[in-house]
């Protein structure tokens, strides 16, 4: 692909951008982002439980799955890179710069997650461990009453990212008091003009649903222009369902890529590798469906 | 015209504040600024469904836009211009510096939109990337409760801008639970006052309703002193009655120009150039409606 | 008069506060403050309308009073100064750090306006540009719910300016849910010993109401110790009433000038010259109320 | 006394922590502060009224009673300080860094009281000037909603007063819409032991009502270790009343001293002094009640 | 034991971090922590009243036992240590960076305490005094509305102590309208791996209730991942009941210590130092039961 690095990646840092824009999508373009930020956002719910593979419920289990599994980056917080990454210095890291759990709901106060870390302070971790960290994370809630601060911090992680030649995933969820139907596809379009707005290189969004949702999508990834559109994994699926559904945002929607977590981590280590596998031959390798469910049938 | 050098630009760039102004207004004191900040403001709205050009659904159509078309200056955010600004080398650019969805209302809660950049951080970026940034541009409501906040920032951004050599542009819009009619004539010009108080070269505002609009507005356009009056192109309309409009603005209330956005964007390119270089006609070329209806036409 | 340079004020900046004291009261320790920050207090009402003369409704109005009568200091905000004091030099400045609209009454919020700029800005922006500032104004409302956040400020503003040998008139304005009468002398001592703990230079209240007003007031100068008691000039008034009252301000309450606002510049450029001229007479040349009268009428 | 200078005050200052301390406290650990902070707490109604000396309405009688009286320290706003200081050099100040209104009442909203300066620029004011200031205050209201910031603030400043080598005095009061009974003695205790948490030299409480007072508050000052506990003077009072409960203050209750505001300076500058000469020989000379009562008496 | 520094050391700090850690567990990965700062947690509740050691009543109680005491480190605000650490050099000491009042229950508002000083301070402290800081601590409320604040200090708080080469143990404890049981073993999970996602080298909580508690907690454990879990000691309790269940929280749920305050201090000296000493030989040294009951009782 036809890299075009943006205007705000000073010349000293431009081929450090280059480079990582080419490690993350393997050259295509395409995003397989492996989500390991749950801890925070979901507790334990994610990881122990009925369906879960006992293996899940430590966080080691993360790190093996994005050291033998094929994947384009694995997203967690710093603090959990910073104590396995020694052992696994071979995952490409996104460091997910916000968190907040899911104890306070909706209807009590509207939902606000506040950046734990400084870009800078990322950079110096990276050149001080030699970790192979290849960008950030930041959630924005929109439409949630504290929108104005995400959307500055958001605006803040962008300009500080890219001047240090990282890349940038704004996760961007309509949430809050006024947000009535979180899965609007027109609604959703507009979170991705909004990462657009913000200049990040991509932008992760809920899908929307229904029968029609491959091609209500288009109009998301249209208003994101040159911001790749990743979708979120979301809950727990059959494998076939959702491949199925990967390989319609990528091949009719035209998504540029997607971020699972759940999906993944919740199996055994063996089942997890296969299906990062999987997704990784349709998002990024341009697999078909029968292909992929090959590979995840081992 | 003669420009007078505000005093709070100091020496060392007076001379690239005066160069920037005569690239803004032709050397004519009077501004065509082309909005593209939307995308953040109305989300998708404005730019996908019904009376819509469907080449408006892609963010760069702005671009194309603003590079086919004559213009004083196209004002979006800094992650959108980073992300074409390459492709669109001489477009001239203003920063908006801050930006809000619309989800939630004002009966919800009282309008505060935060400044996503600082000015510094405009200006390194200029400098590094060569992008012809002439402004920064900011919006303030005022009769928010977030009034002193927003009045803050834009005092510091037209202090910070102009010791750069910056111009800048401030969206002035009464907005909050406690605004009775934002459109009343006398409160806009109580807006207008602000803005020069503040300081700021040009200040937009919405145009009073009413078929008295063009004589109630001269108040406004007095209150801002030496501070040019743009008004606000408002939602979609007829060209024709857009254009009057517009030269009523300019020849009987005597305002500095006008900030378009959607009565040109949502047209396909080509009859959006055709706005473009119509309104150009009038606001900047001094044309009588006739000769810019002509120019729409063709 | 014998000037006792207050303690904060360092020995690099002690000859600059006493020029600059000197030059505000023509070396006698009472100051005639004309007011021209209400474009954003009150918007436009206090400049088109009913009885206002048409001249007020451009800001320059304001310049041409300053520059063509007698007063000690012209307040305004900085953005105003910095566009109209090229073409007047000569006119003598207080910069006022900030300014709210009265959009949102105080029975929906308690008022709170915000620090517009630095005192470290308006001092290089006047080294800079050589505009003649003497000092820095801010209002502070006493039992507001935000009243700790203006005291915090005000602190930082005397101790800032006086560092750099600028002088300051703090607005003390008891306003807010819990203030029963904002006009009580007792409460307005009590500003004025707040202004007091604070180190301003001078303290600029509301007069009491009623006929004991000028001995109340006595109270109120007492309280403000080596602070000097401005009174504000209020709403407009028969020019006898207003200079009688002033008289008696001065003469009788023992205050140290007053701040006037709309009793001059609701006037015609020539009747508003005259006016201050008058106001002069009686606070810094301690002329009698007939003199006084005399002036006015030319 | 055999003085611990605390671990926080670094080699460079500990000279400096001791001759203050020894200053502060005549050698003896027991601390006579004479508070002058009210004009802003209590606005005038502590300085003008039936039953208050005339003399009291002017700022300076503050000063005068501090020049005259025998006395550890003299606590006020750094604002008056300033403006008095070179008229009364002789006399050991405390700079009181925040002050808050009594308006709001706490039915209405919890109490906070902001910081007004920075330890840093007492520091530099104190350089510049020669003021002989031994140390700084500020008042945590335990209990009100707004206490961490309170809590931050005043571990910042203990923090920051110790590395200049200053004392400290934190003014400790129950106070919100959660605290039933301010003057619990079991509370005031908990007030003292997060004053030692603190870090704070000496830590200011109220002294609790009824019969048992004096042997009930010896809890707060085994709470408060080794950070000397001082007695708020409250309103006024009898002088043997007075007198008398300081005493057992000291001696029953192991108290290290007091602080007296109004039942010193309500009174003509002569009995001030003398009611100051008797305070002081309680606290700090060991004196009894009854040699007290005729320093009082003169 | 194999320690694994993590990634977020510097080279130049990984020698103090792996003394520190060595020095805090005794080479063994398992922390006996004593905690000392109730003082403004639970004001003086736990320090005086019926069934306390009047010991209790002064604040270097606390020292002494940290002194006589078998533990691995001496938990209190640095106010607190700064004023006895002179004379008791030999206590290995770890900083509390934030403490809040039990006064404002949670019904009236949600809990936040707030960040007393930067690590930095802290280690400038350390190093000018010669303290034997081995680390810093932080409570933070998830579920609380205040969370995200806290979230983000204690992401900056194990990153800047990380850099300094400083140990962190985050006390997390849910709390707050939103939650509803905070002693639900899967919410307790859940704080732990918040926890690991911050980074923490250990995480102190609350441990669950029920018959069920050792082996439901095994969870948390394996959700804290490489974060060391210490139990929280709880209210007083009979010396067996409390040595049995931490035998069994090390043996049974694999915990890496304890954190125990009011089960020793509110004891005499002699018992308290015989009560650490049995629980030091349990939670480091491996005993039995059975012999720390011999240790209790001498």
Redo the contacts between chains.
């Keep these: 692909m036809n890299l ?5 990646v ?2 000293r840092s431009r081929e450090r951008y280059r480079r990582r824009y080419q490690a993350l999508t393997a050259g295509t373009g395409r995003l397989m982002l492996f989500a390991g ?1 749950q ?2 956002e979901h ?3 994610d ?3 009925t369906g879960i593979s006992a293996q899940d ?4 289990h993360l790190f093996r799955i994005a050291s033998h599994g094929r994947i384009g980056v694995f997203a ?12 696994y210095p071979d995952v490409p890291y996104l460091v997910k710069l ?4 899911n ?3 909706t209807q ?2 509207d939902p ?6 400084e870009v800078s ?1 990322v950079q110096e ?1 990276a050149e ?2 030699g ?1 192979n960290i290849l960008g950030v994370g930041y959630t924005v809630y ?4 504290e ?3 995400m ?2 911090q958001a ?2 992680i ?2 500080c990212a ?1 001047r240090e030649g990282l890349l940038t995933v704004l996760w961007m969820y ?1 949430r ?4 009535r139907d979180e899965r609007d596809p ?2 959703i ?6 990462a ?5 290189d991509f932008v992760k969004v809920n899908y929307p649903r229904g029968p029609q949702a491959a091609s209500d999508f288009r ?1 998301a990834v ?2 994101a ?3 790749g559109v990743v979708c979120a994994g979301g809950s727990s699926d059959s494998p076939h369902a959702f491949l199925s559904r990967l390989h319609d945002q990528i091949h009719i929607s035209g998504a540029a890529g997607n971020a699972t977590g759940r999906n993944i981590h919740q199996k055994s280590l063996e089942e997890a590798v296969r299906m990062c596998n999987a997704i990784y031959s349709i998002t990024v390798e341009n697999r078909s469906l029968e292909e992929a469910m090959e590979v995840l049938e081992g």
Tied chains: 1, 2, 3, 4, 5.
């Excluded at 606000?112 to 870390?117: D, K, L």
């Excluded at 929109?142 to 009453?145: F, K, P, Q, W």
Aim: net charge negative.
């Design positions: 075009s690095v943006p205007m705000d000073p010349a930020d801890k925070v507790l334990n719910q990881f122990f439980g419920a430590d966080p080691e967690a917080q710093m603090g959990l890179i910073s104590r396995y990454g020694m052992d916000n968190s907040k759990t104890l306070v709901e009590q106060a606000y997650s506040a950046q734990w870390m302070q971790i001080e461990s970790l929109l439409g949630s009453e929108e104005s601060s959307l500055a605006a803040q962008v300009t890219h309509p809050g008091r006024a947000v027109h609604l379009a507009g979170a991705c003009g909004v657009a707005a913000l200049g990040s109009e249209l208003a222009g040159r911001t």
